[in-house]
């Protein structure tokens, strides 16, 4: 042991957590990614515009290298699922191995056409069919996030399972799959990840112009960039909605935890922010009437379980609260951002290209989308404690016993650093050594307004 103060179960939700944080980024990019160089390549091929088309290009290129820290990640998810949650998995693992089997095969179906995209271009007379090579990738990559977020949903809502003196005695692999929190879960992932490439992607753009690079390759850029963010924080607004319906019925103790809600009250209140006192009175809160019970059920007097009425030793930890909060102020401002931008576009179109404010704005919201993320995850998978499987097994009972996982801890936590320093230093060298205004004189791309 390299730590003192050693708890097995302690180090092994630290370095899950820190592995699943680095990961999730790559992930989220891995998702979000294709799709963007689906819309660039069609708009395009479709308008015959070869801005659009050397995005595709950039962004596939980008695109790589992330994939492979996304591979070495997901690969260290793997190991520690096996190693750190021996008791978890001899418990659910033949649940969760077909979602897991399939997550493995989407991943392969994504990387073989993604090959054969990359080494292709101009290869065909007819560039649709180049365009068609793409679509497994997209398939492939947001069939990944798919089928591992069935896993995750099993996890917070198992199904298709008989359960006898705490465990799972028989199973319906395919049952298992249908979660009543699938639905919500892989929407939300999904959305959410397009939603942050884009702003990503964004963000690029608009530091380019803002460093004076007036190209109408970086205005084409914002634009589908910070036009697909507003669709997609419209579509994940209405998704998240629907996920707290889903906790009002499945999980009210996460539910009730992070809105601070003790008492089952009808016409429950929303509390934002706010300091929790020793006897659970809320001092400081901005108190929404009606909004809990809106959210919860879609009605105003409707009822909301209150946490005195759920077991002590089941609640959630109360500081998910702030999680939950400092979340959505991250989602209000990416959204105000997001509005401004389609308003200037819509009023005043070289504004848009051209406001300092704005651009700073775009380039701010990308780490919010990122950070957006993080939160939403660790809201997620700390708000389901104390259960590792709720309801069956809790996360003190599915760790591993082993001594050294400090020591695995630190480990990592190096591998993780050298991961994120070669990955910046290989983007930042690959783009800057051949900037776009190069390429497109490269290949005789005239400059102009956007159309």
């Not at 922010?273 to 809320?282: F, S």
């Amino acid at each position: 042991m390299l730590l003192s103060g050693y708890d097995p179960v302690f180090y092994s939700r630290i370095l899950t957590s820190l592995t699943l944080g680095f990961h999730i980024i790559f992930a989220t990019i891995g998702v979000g990614v294709p799709l963007m160089i689906a819309l660039a390549e069609w708009i395009g091929i479709k308008r015959d515009d070869p801005h659009y088309l050397l995005l595709a290009r950039r962004w596939a290129r980008g695109f790589v290298i992330t994939v492979a820290v996304g591979v070495v990640t997901g690969t260290a998810i793997g190991l520690q699922l096996s190693l750190l949650w021996p008791s978890f998995m001899r418990v659910a693992g033949q649940s969760i191995a077909l979602p897991l089997f399939m997550e493995t095969f989407a991943f392969f179906f994504e990387a073989i056409f993604l090959g054969i995209y990359l080494y292709t271009w101009d290869r065909f007379k007819n560039r649709m069919v180049h365009f068609w090579l793409l679509i497994p990738v997209v398939i492939g990559s947001s069939g990944s996030a798919f089928f591992i977020t069935i896993v995750n949903a099993f996890m917070n809502a198992p199904v298709g399972v008989t359960v006898e003196g705490g465990k799972i005695v028989d199973i319906s692999p395919f049952g298992a799959m249908l979660s009543p929190a699938m639905p919500t879960k892989v929407t939300h992932v999904l959305v959410t990840a397009y939603l942050t490439c884009a702003f990503i992607l964004a963000a690029i753009a608009a530091w380019s112009l803002l460093k004076g690079r007036n190209h109408v390759y970086y205005k084409k850029a914002l634009k589908l960039t910070m036009v697909s963010a507003f669709v997609f924080i419209i579509a994940s607004a209405m998704i998240g909605d629907l996920s707290g319906k889903y906790l009002a019925k499945y999980q009210p103790e996460k539910l009730a935890a992070i809105e601070w809600h003790f008492e089952t009250t009808a016409q429950a209140p929303l509390i934002f922010g706010g300091i929790l006192t020793e006897d659970n009175e809320i001092k400081y809160g901005l108190k929404i009437p009606f909004a809990l019970s809106i959210l919860a059920h879609g009605n105003p007097n409707a009822v909301v379980i209150g946490l005195n009425d759920i077991p002590e030793d089941e609640h959630p930890p109360l500081w998910i609260h702030y999680l939950f909060d400092s979340k959505m102020a991250f989602v209000a401002i990416m959204t105000l951002i997001a509005a401004v931008f389609m308003i200037l576009l819509w009023r005043n179109r070289n504004k848009a290209y051209t406001s300092k404010w704005m651009l700073r704005s775009i380039i701010v919201a990308a780490p919010l989308a990122v950070l957006t993320i993080e939160h939403g995850w660790i809201f997620s998978e700390v708000g389901r404690q104390p259960w590792i499987l709720r309801g069956i097994m809790r996360t003190s009972e599915g760790a591993t016993v082993s001594t050294h996982v400090d020591t695995m801890l630190i480990l990592f936590a190096l591998l993780y650093i050298v991961l994120a320093i070669t990955v910046v230093r290989v983007l930042i060298r690959m783009f800057r050594s051949n900037t776009a205004e190069a390429e497109m004189a490269d290949r005789l791309i005239p400059g102009g307004e956007d159309k």
